[in-house]
């Protein structure tokens, strides 16, 4: 067997890169820890005489294929961060920390050039996760592991929160991968991941002295004191007493250390100078305060503000946008029913309990910018709003709130009290969620908005159960249920939270003072009737009070163990049943002792094996979960007073074994938290067959296309497995089930049982059911009585018929001609059970009809941390907290207008104080719709970290500040061309933005057709910030400071397409600050469009300026301004213009830069460029960087710098490289590297030596430069 052997101290970088690496890819292999003495502080991996001690191989032996790429791009880029982790990060981190942990000496100039260094690195690697969720790719990979590992001890020792705060995309990713449970692995207490129990992270950065250092190496080795045998499963050794001695030294010293921080961190702040004192720039709050009535359009002829404020730009425009019926699909034309194409889709219904949060933004601001996108691709749009009555989440919401003011039950004042009770807390706060809908810009159709409990929908439920009872689809019967004991009702599976428990939990359950024991596996015995003398039957259960309710014991037919009892029975100890023994394939012979209970009328397995053996099926629970028809001394006992009591008469009796831990799912009500239990019940089921296999036939078939295809799998299981479905419910609120039960007053027809569904009529009212009864039993109506059933239908029964119900269904309506079926449904692919896959089959079983084209599921929205959204975490965020912004103090509010218990508001608080310390900042609508979108990654979850929203706050100050400037720019009285077409006359700048604008426009298009919308967001963002920002407008400022008249009309012209047409590109992802903006351009001649948000969507055939070459050209400019900067950066030229010198090697090089020499001295803020070539040199006193292996930049210092310092500069940084460059050349040499290494990679590898090479020779011509002038 293969060994991987570590050292004693063996989270060190290269040994958790290794350990995490094999956990992600669940890789068995025998771990020994071995003492350090001086030996090896690397891994080092045996099997079968191969030996490796290199940690990346060990690592790509010991992961699979996955976490090292599935394309060859990937591979190179995983391969390039990891030596990024290896040659930049840890050697940064170690100079900085390793003289705190006593690893080496401390040396103040040597500290701070490491950390100089990781700030380096830091800000590259914050720049890049701006962007990406993960290094390379959509999920973790090895670049991922490795560069945290690298950072992992600055994180727990040395970045301060104030240096966090700098790197806010590095720390989000970073306590991302290390809260993974195969990261947690490798830490001493690996736990469930609630915000109590995440990795924990530096609380101060530190100052060195001397009696620091042992208290950071034991905090450290806290953290990281993991058993040696943590991952193997063997038994961990005994400690020796040294080892304890040791231990219990390490645990006084971090008392001390903790002890010491503790007091520092309460003294008293000394008094800081004024000049230290550091002053907090306040976002300034703009408003718009114009006396605008709502519906007018909004007052623009002020200037612009001087910054951007979402207060101001999101002001009065949508009510606008509302009553010029902007959202309606009749607007541009003379009916909605011209023929046209259509884009129809069905706003998923919120439930009408309470507001909005984050994952319910990301629905609507994917569906939103869906919408906007196509109504200017022309066609007739209908985006339909609406609310879902939900009926548990609603009636328990209202019972609360009833028995609060009035202590009273809904029992006490009735059904109709209640449900008018109902009826009118919906009317006091309905209307909250679409004020949440209205200020994220949603453009929903609202003359057409719904209530699944109004007439016209409710006429349609009623319509579906009585077509589908008198097919028989629906019928009636006993069937085993998910039962709430409080609601006391039968509730759906998605109202089921299975909560996993690791082993032994208490768990408070509602109705019980005392918590209750659950994960536990606890054996009795069975006396087996006509045994041998004592003869026992074994059995093991996790819910002990069941037994009350066995009726027989099952084993495997093929089990030897128990082949002699096969037909005998055993004797239940509480009453006199025999239950018989049965053979069952069921039993799984090698769990417990082989032989399993059987309770069928309490658990699903069980269920179906006491029909198989026709068992008996006793229900031992009453509806509010008392235990009842067992004749013993149990009866009338709460089932958790039973479940201790029947363990103590079963320990008297000795037939008791064991109890152990045993991990197990607990089912849990997600609306009472009560613990679900399966009961038999007298329901209302609905035969779902036939209607799935047309769902499954209509998925393969490619009638219904279901986005991303990874669904595919889950669709197809879940319909080809379909059971029946319960649709009753025992609630007040809600569609109640239009079925009468008959009683015939005629001794011709016996009387009718409640199973019996020959006695059950449906129809809309009484009138027309006993005339349907009168018909069947053939008396006159006058001897019919009728008794409607007091359930209600399951809320997804209703909103299962949305598609064409919202239409007017059953009547033929025009609506329903026109926009049924719809073109897209756009949901969370958590629901694809319990609504997406029952309008699919309701629709093809009432209408012959799929109720859609596309099926879009969006990802699901989690916190930053991974974490799913939890209001007892803290971490459920309403949207317009995040718009508006909402202080800390304000965010703990929130927390008491719901239902959680005192315990859970602490720790909801403690969740928001680590996450949020300051509150939430104000976002903006516009800001959280683009960055929602720009972290929709099909089929993959999204970690939102609200600091990455304020992110793009920042992105729409710069985009208003650029808008400012261009506007400027253009000049109060600018007219654009009467059309976008160029002139021919058009600059090297010009002609590149306008092939940059037509990669956006192409690039936007695609990801909107496929779903794609980080293709979108990405094309956008860049286009902004870093070609027109960036780019083209600093290249604009010397044009406009010109005489040249006819370059400054050119470049105006081109600058207003770009403004224009990108302002409409970016209207769908943000639709407020585009509008402010694009109302202040000029219209060309004839355009009468009076909102961005009708306008037409730019069309790629219409503007095609692209341009490779040009482009192709810009590139290898701009790699000489990024160089430049970087250059000037360095010596600190912040003001200071200097010469600049471009030497390329190669003609058609040098002929690019002086082509655009113009541009790079605008951009590089360089006095003069002078492009030189083949032996011609730059003059002595430059420094020198290198652009490629083709060119170089030189920049002229003589006279500027310290010309000594610069000689030390090159001198370090020739070390640094021939440093790595002797680094790459060693692995190259290698033997495994050719057969092992990708041959790209290794392609890949031979340029970079080839590179390095040509640049540590240019750096001695330069020192060597700097030492003639310095000896001159």
């Avoid at 006058?782 to 239409?807: A, H, M, N, Y």
């Avoid at 600059?987 to 092939?995: Q, Y």
Wanted: proline share 5%; hydrophobic share 35%.
């Amino acid at each position: 067997m293969a060994k991987l052997f570590l050292p004693e101290y063996k989270t060190n970088y290269f040994c958790l890169k290794v350990c995490v690496a094999a956990n992600f890819s669940e890789t068995k292999v025998e771990t020994i820890v071995e003492a350090f003495n001086g030996g090896s502080k690397v891994p080092r991996y045996e099997e079968n005489g191969q030996v490796l001690t290199d940690s990346n191989s060990i690592a790509r032996k010991l992961s699979n294929n996955l976490q090292w790429g599935t394309s060859d791009r990937e591979q190179a880029e995983i391969y390039q961060w990891i030596e990024f982790a290896d040659k930049e990060l840890h050697p940064s981190v170690a100079i900085w920390g390793f003289p705190f942990l006593g690893l080496r000496n401390y040396n103040k100039q040597e500290v701070s050039n490491g950390i100089s260094h990781l700030d380096k690195c830091l800000k590259l690697l914050d720049d890049y996760l701006l962007h990406h969720m993960f290094l390379v790719g959509n999920r973790i990979t090895q670049a991922d592991v490795s560069c945290a590992a690298a950072l992992f001890l600055a994180y727990q020792l040395l970045l301060g929160p104030e240096k966090r705060h700098k790197y806010m995309n590095v720390t989000r990713w970073f306590r991302t991968i290390v809260n993974q449970p195969q990261f947690r692995k490798e830490l001493a207490n690996p736990a469930s991941g609630d915000a109590a129990d995440e990795v924990p992270l530096c609380e101060e950065t530190p100052k060195y002295n001397k009696q620091i250092v042992e208290g950071m190496k034991t905090k450290l080795d806290e953290l990281l004191n993991t058993q040696a045998n943590n991952n193997t499963g063997n038994e961990a050794k005994p400690k020796s007493a040294a080892q304890l001695k040791k231990e219990a030294k390490k645990r006084e010293k971090m008392e001390k250390f903790n002890k010491k921080m503790q007091d520092k961190k309460n003294a008293p702040e000394a008094k800081k100078s004024k000049s230290s004192e550091k002053v907090e720039k306040k976002v300034t709050v703009i408003k718009y305060e114009k006396n605008t009535p709502p519906g007018d359009k909004k007052d623009i002829t002020d200037s612009l503000p001087d910054s951007y404020s979402p207060q101001y730009v999101e002001a009065a425009w949508y009510s606008w946008w509302e009553k010029e019926g902007f959202f309606k699909p009749e607007y541009g034309r003379e009916t909605p029913y011209d023929d046209n194409p259509i884009f129809m889709i069905c706003l998923p219904p919120p439930n009408v309990t309470g507001s909005l949060h984050l994952g319910h933004a990301l629905t609507n601001t994917v569906e939103d910018v869906l919408v906007r996108w196509h109504r200017m691709m022309g066609k007739t749009v209908l985006w339909n709003p609406g609310t879902d009555h939900a009926g548990i989440a609603t009636q328990v919401v209202v019972e609360k709130k009833l028995w609060r003011e009035k202590k009273q039950s809904r029992h006490d004042i009735g059904r109709e009290a209640f449900v008018e009770e109902v009826w009118k807390w919906k009317r006091e706060k309905g209307n909250r969620i679409n004020d949440q809908l209205r200020r994220l810009g949603s453009t929903l159709d609202w003359s057409r908005e719904f209530f699944t409990m109004n007439d016209q929908l409710s006429f349609a439920v009623k319509e579906t159960f009585i077509r589908l009872h008198e097919r028989g689809v629906i019928f009636r019967s006993n069937r085993l249920v998910n039962w709430s004991c409080t609601l006391k009702s039968a509730i759906s599976d998605i109202e089921v939270n299975k909560q996993e428990l690791p082993g032994r939990t208490m768990l408070s359950v509602p109705g019980y003072e005392e918590k209750v024991e659950f994960g536990v596996l606890i054996s009795f015995a069975y006396p087996v009737v006509d045994g041998n003398p004592g003869e026992e039957l074994i059995v093991a259960t996790t819910r002990i009070e069941t037994m009350l309710g066995d009726s027989g014991v099952a084993v495997h037919p093929e089990d030897d163990r128990y082949k002699h009892l096969h037909g005998k029975k055993v004797q239940h100890p509480f009453c006199d049943r025999q239950l018989p023994i049965v053979c069952d394939e069921m039993v799984e012979r090698d769990f417990g002792t082989g032989a399993v209970k059987i309770t069928p009328s309490h658990d699903a397995n069980d269920y179906e094996c006491g029909k198989r053996h026709n068992l008996s099926f006793i229900n031992i629970f009453s509806d509010d979960g008392l235990v009842i028809n067992t004749n013993t001394e149990f009866d009338g006992m709460k089932r958790f007073h039973a479940r201790t009591a029947v363990l103590k008469a079963l320990q008297e009796k000795g037939l008791y074994k064991e109890t152990k831990e045993n991990p197990m799912v607990v089912p849990i009500c997600s609306r009472s938290k009560d613990i679900v239990e399966p009961l038999i019940k007298l329901q209302w089921f609905m035969d779902c067959k036939d209607f799935a296999r047309q769902g499954v036939e209509a998925v393969r078939n490619g009638d219904l296309k279901i986005i991303p295809d990874l669904h595919c799998k889950t669709w197809y299981h879940w319909l080809e497995n379909i059971r029946d479905w319960c649709i009753s419910r025992q609630l007040w609120w809600g569609h109640r089930i239009p079925a009468y039960f008959v009683t015939v007053d005629d001794p011709s027809v016996p009387p009718g049982e409640e199973v019996d569904g020959k006695y059950w009529m449906s129809g809309h009212n009484e009138e027309e059911v006993r005339t349907k009864a009168a018909e069947r039993f053939n008396v006159c109506p006058s001897k019919i009585s009728l008794r409607q059933d007091e359930d209600v239908l399951d809320t997804w029964f209703s909103s299962g018929l949305l598609p064409f119900s919202i239409f007017g269904w059953p009547n033929q309506t025009q609506d329903l001609n026109k926009f049924f079926p719809g073109t897209l449904l756009e949901t969370g692919h958590d629901i694809i059970f319990f609504w997406v896959a029952r309008m699919v089959m309701f629709a093809l079983g009432l209408t012959g009809k799929l109720p859609f084209k596309e099926v879009y599921f969006h990802a699901m929205v989690r916190d930053a941390h991974g974490r799913k959204m939890s209001k007892s975490l803290g971490n459920v965020i309403d949207p317009l907290d995040v718009v508006a912004g909402i202080s800390l103090e304000e965010l703990h509010k929130t927390l008491l207008s719901g239902n959680l218990d005192q315990k859970e508001v602490e720790r909801a608080k403690l969740g928001q104080k680590q996450d949020y310390p300051n509150g939430i900042p104000e976002c903006g609508s516009d800001a959280l719709r683009f960055a929602l979108c720009a972290y929709t990654c099909q089929g993959k979850d999204i970690n939102l970290d609200v600091n990455r929203i304020l992110g793009y706050r920042h992105f729409c100050n710069k985009l208003w500040n650029a808008f400012k400037f261009a506007t400027r720019g253009l000049g109060e009285n600018f007219a654009p061309n009467q059309s976008q077409e160029t002139s021919g006359r058009e600059s090297e700048a010009d002609r590149w933005i306008l092939s940059k604008l037509s990669r956006m426009i192409k690039l936007s298009s695609q990801g909107l057709e496929t779903y794609e919308f980080p293709v979108y967001t990405t094309a956008v963002f860049n286009f902004w910030l870093y070609e027109l920002c960036d780019v083209y407008l600093e290249c604009l400022k010397p044009v406009f400071s010109s005489d040249d008249q006819s370059a400054i009309a050119t470049s105006r012209n081109v600058l207003y397409t770009c403004l224009e047409v990108a302002l409409r590109i970016t209207q769908p992802l943000m639709p407020f600050i585009c509008e402010e903006l694009w109302q202040r351009l000029p219209r060309r001649p004839g355009d009468n469009t009076p909102s961005v948000m009708v306008s037409k969507w730019p069309d790629i055939k219409q503007h095609d300026w692209s341009n490779d070459v040009i482009e192709a050209k810009m590139d290898f400019a701009m790699n000489i301004v990024k160089v430049t900067r970087s250059l000037r950066g360095e010596y600190n030229l912040t003001k200071t213009k200097a010469k600049l010198y471009v030497h390329c090697t190669d003609d058609d090089k040098a002929g690019v830069a002086t082509e655009y020499s113009t541009i790079i001295q605008t951009l590089s803020y360089s006095s003069k460029v002078e492009v030189l070539t083949g032996d011609n040199k730059p003059p002595p006193g430059c420094a020198v960087a290198i652009v490629n292996d083709k060119c170089d930049v030189n920049l002229m210092l003589k006279g500027i710098v310290d010309l000594e310092k610069e000689i030390a500069k090159l001198r370090t940084k020739q070390a640094e490289q021939l440093k790595k460059l002797t680094s790459l050349k060693e692995k190259m040499s290698k033997s495994e590297y050719k057969s092992k290494v990708p041959e790209n990679v290794q392609t890949a590898d031979a340029e970079k030596v080839q590179q390095m090479e040509t640049e540590i020779a240019k750096m001695k011509h330069a020192e060597e430069d700097f030492l003639r002038i310095l000896n001159a």
